[in-house]
């Protein structure tokens, strides 16, 4: 059955991304528009339903096949495109520190600090801090995966069973701030990377690192005390055990510090600082900023794949380059990003007429709308979304429906690009669902965490993300960019 349906989704969207300019005209589109229409909903139906490889690739060669492009600004659109080099070599940076054991090392620093022991609930949140603060620097799968074998020690540890409610709670709340740090920085995030980059391509001038990290890492730090609030008064989990808990039993399997986790360490240190500094030294040496964000934002992190391929220790490279490019990239997201760049280029040409039309409908329901109320729906829909859809179908579809109402001058006084921040953290929060994110079918797969209540909380901390998101996160936004 499941077989049968998949191809039927396979049918309806090749059909539709191939043929869609062939259906007759719908709601004043012209031709051009209903082919880009046809494009845009088969790759989402397939995105959704089917897989983000091969519809991607799909995606880019239907629109080489329209007026607007020719192979070679097609090619260089997506594939080309700086977004997709950054996720590439980011993401084998990244996957070279996780290798080393550095994240095992720093979540088990944050749960054994002394003062944690004053406090169980100083000790939850540690816990909940640990992979907040891992996955603000790489993939929230890594940050959860380190962190949960430490979590199932301390249910060994007090004698926790499976279907007991505390398990269940700390799991959801491991998976919830995993998932919740990819919308404290771009560094190694494709879905808020890939919403600065559908912005980039509309407005022709990019979001810094360092605005969007003001934005995100304050908005991160506010919906991480608001959770821990709902935690202790809605969730109240039973946290007696944890006063009898001996923290030097999570210290065991961590071995010292190697002269490889160090080097690596350093030039990841080097990779991100480069990413950061331009934003940061720029009112004091602008002809230093310039340099450095004249490299453009992948090519720190090819520099740091050198490195890491050129330094040795003990007669072996800190990277296996082949190994980092074939466990360590996400090529799915990869060829996702590079599909997205050019299909949100697509949607908003004047020729296809698709914003002018969207625009135009929504105008008399939100017209009045005033912005921030307007920023709250947005925001709102795209948490919504994401928790039952992927998060990087999710934040293309939520882009390409609000952004073009601000463009198009049917939302007015909406800052477009805290907008897309708003748009691009909301979809990173998923955790209510298992097919949400890949961590979330992990965290439903080990037994601990029951469906029912990862729905039920994980929607609330959701949800209470994309109010702080709209509230606090977007008028921080608007105030940098």
Request: hydrophobic share 55%.
């Amino acid at each position: 059955m499941r077989d049968a349906k998949k191809l039927v989704f396979t049918a309806a969207g090749v059909l539709l991304v191939l043929f869609g300019g062939y259906l007759p005209p719908l709601f004043g589109l012209n031709a051009l528009g209903m082919q880009v229409a046809g494009i845009f909903l088969g790759t989402i139906l397939l995105w959704m339903f089917v897989s983000v490889t091969w519809p991607s690739l799909l995606c880019i060669v239907a629109l080489i096949l329209t007026p607007l492009y020719t192979y070679s600004s097609a090619l260089s659109g997506s594939m080309g495109g700086w977004i997709t080099s950054f996720v590439l070599f980011s993401s084998v940076v990244t996957y070279t520190l996780r290798q080393t054991g550095f994240l095992k090392r720093v979540a088990v620093w944050f749960v054994t600090r002394p003062f944690a022991k004053k406090n169980p609930w100083l000790f939850l949140g540690l816990l909940f801090f640990a992979p907040l603060f891992i996955g603000s620097f790489m993939s929230p799968i890594p940050a959860f995966v380190v962190c949960l074998p430490i979590a199932e020690q301390i249910f060994a540890e007090l004698k926790y069973e499976k279907g007991d409610r505390f398990p269940q709670i700390v799991v959801l709340g491991i998976l919830f701030f995993a998932s919740l740090s990819t919308a404290a920085t771009p560094i190694a995030h494709t879905v808020t990377t890939m919403a600065l980059s559908l912005y980039e391509n509309d407005m022709g001038a990019p979001v810094s690192f360092v605005s969007y990290t003001i934005f995100g890492v304050v908005s991160c730090v506010v919906v991480f005390l608001a959770a821990m609030l709902l935690t202790k008064f809605v969730c109240r989990p039973d946290v007696d055990r944890i006063r009898n808990l001996d923290s030097s039993v999570l210290t065991r399997e961590v071995a010292p510090m190697t002269r490889q986790e160090g080097y690596t360490l350093a030039v990841f240190l080097v990779v991100v600082a480069m990413w950061l500094l331009p934003g940061i030294i720029k009112p004091v040496l602008p002809g230093a900023a310039s340099a450095i964000s004249g490299l453009g934002t992948p090519t720190p992190a090819i520099i740091g794949a050198v490195v890491l391929c050129i330094l040795h220790v003990d007669g072996k490279p800190l990277m296996n380059f082949n190994e980092a490019m074939t466990k360590g990239v996400p090529w799915g997201a990869v060829f996702m990003v590079a599909a997205t760049s050019i299909l949100g280029s697509a949607l908003t040409n004047e020729e296809a007429g698709i914003t002018a039309l969207v625009s135009g409908a929504l105008a008399p329901v939100i017209g009045n709308m005033p912005p921030i109320v307007f920023v709250l729906f947005i925001s709102l829909f795209t948490v919504i979304i994401t928790n039952f859809a992927s998060n990087t179908v999710t934040v293309t579809l939520m882009y390409s429906i609000s952004l073009p109402l601000v463009y198009g001058g049917a939302i007015a006084g909406v800052n477009p690009a805290a907008l897309t921040c708003v748009i691009g953290a909301g979809a990173c929060v998923a955790c209510a669902t298992p097919p949400s994110t890949a961590h979330a079918a992990i965290a439903a797969g080990t037994g601990w965490l029951k469906t029912d209540t990862m729905l039920k909380y994980g929607l609330l901390w959701s949800v209470t993300a994309a109010v702080l998101f709209a509230v606090v996160g977007y008028p921080i936004g608007a105030m940098f960019m």
